[in-house]
């Protein structure tokens, strides 16, 4: 059985960081599209980051910078390093694999940015 396993959320002042984690297990995530997401409460969930199997990486336009992917592939972790973090990324932020008809999403992390 497939798990993307989320950490690293938790309660941060405005302009602060956090970094968040993805461990995978059974799949191997360099061999994915691997992505982040988030989901703010009333809202959709929305595409924030991703990063292809070949290394190539993609951001949403609100990353403005602020915000990198990265992968370990010898810890088989997905990342997501955010940084200048403000009220509106206040999220569950969830991570994702996709390979050809197959995805899979972890359950979720809460970010919450307020003073």
């Known amino acids: 059985q497939v798990q993307l396993v989320e950490s690293g959320g938790g309660l941060v002042q405005p302009g602060g960081s956090l970094r968040l984690s993805c461990a995978a297990s059974t799949i191997f995530v360099n061999w994915y599209k691997s992505a982040w997401y988030r989901q703010a409460p009333g809202k959709q969930r929305e595409f924030v980051a991703d990063?292809?199997?070949?290394?190539?990486?993609k951001y949403a336009d609100f990353v403005k910078g602020r915000f990198t992917i990265s992968r370990d592939n010898a810890k088989n972790t997905l990342y997501l390093q955010m940084n200048s973090l403000a009220p509106e990324d206040t999220a569950v932020y969830y991570c994702?694999?996709?390979?050809?008809?197959?995805?899979?999403w972890g359950q979720g992390t809460q970010v919450t940015v307020s003073s």
């Open positions: 994702a694999a996709f390979g050809g008809t197959a995805a899979f």
């Open positions: 990063m292809s199997s070949g290394g190539t990486v």
